[in-house]
T-cell receptor
């Protein structure tokens, strides 16, 4: 069965520090999709990235970068030069191609960026 | 703004009651997903509809049901409510039937409180 583990419950950093949020997943499928979502204090879920299992290229979008490593079943998210506006709960999620769109979320990591 | 709308924003009701949550997907999207976010269970996928038909089912209780109407809006019906049903209920939409090649966008959520 698919499973997503975000071991870091809460992380607190000072502005301008770099921070990495860990995500480890379990799946028996060879085709699957990994996602990161941000949930700011206002409550809505904001899509950040989708990555399929055949694309292990790392991705960078501004201050955000993602490191996908199939060998360790990890899909880690790094924020460079963090800002107060990055404070939110971040969720990693997994969807298996043949599991009828049943997306499984990790428990989330609460990131607090202090000024 | 994701383009997905949900009403009402907040709902307070008593145990044993029945409520209906409403979701309007983004313009052009045919898929609607429902999720529940609670402190105990985290974020859980409930059910998906695509173009009026049920497409996938997750951890949805028998007391809960959903439907998607010809105008593509969806309703989630929760009956015989229990204290444990108190949660944030999200709706998400996407254009295709599968998350394999698509991204889903979340609405702002409906916060249900059962007293």
């Amino acid at each position: 069965a698919q499973k997503v583990t975000q071991a870091q419950t809460e992380i607190s950093v000072v502005e301008k520090e770099d921070v990495t949020l860990d995500c480890v997943y379990e799946t028996r499928d060879t085709t699957y999709y990994l996602f990161w979502y941000k949930q700011p204090p206002s409550g809505e879920l904001v899509f950040l990235i989708r990555r399929n299992s055949f694309d292990e290229q790392n991705e960078i979008s501004g201050r955000y970068s993602w490191n996908f490593q199939k060998s360790t079943s990890s899909f880690n998210f790094t924020i460079t030069a963090s800002q107060v506006v990055d404070s939110a709960v971040y969720f990693c999620a997994l969807s298996e191609l043949y599991n009828n769109n049943d997306m499984r979320f990790g428990a989330g990591t609460r990131l607090t960026v202090k000024p | 703004d994701s383009g997905v709308t949900q009403t009402p924003k907040h709902l307070i009701t008593a145990t044993g009651q029945r409520v209906t949550l409403r979701c309007s997907p983004r313009s052009g999207d045919l898929s609607v997903y429902w999720y529940q976010q609670s402190l105990d269970q985290g974020l859980q996928f409930l059910i998906q509809y695509y173009n009026g038909e049920e497409r996938a089912k997750g951890n949805i209780l028998e007391r809960f049901s959903a439907q998607q109407f010809p105008d593509l809006h969806s309703e989630l019906n929760l009956s015989s409510l229990e204290l444990g049903d108190s949660a944030l209920y999200f709706c998400a939409s996407s254009s295709r039937p599968s998350l394999a090649a698509d991204t889903q966008y979340f609405g702002p959520g409906t916060r249900l409180t059962v007293l």
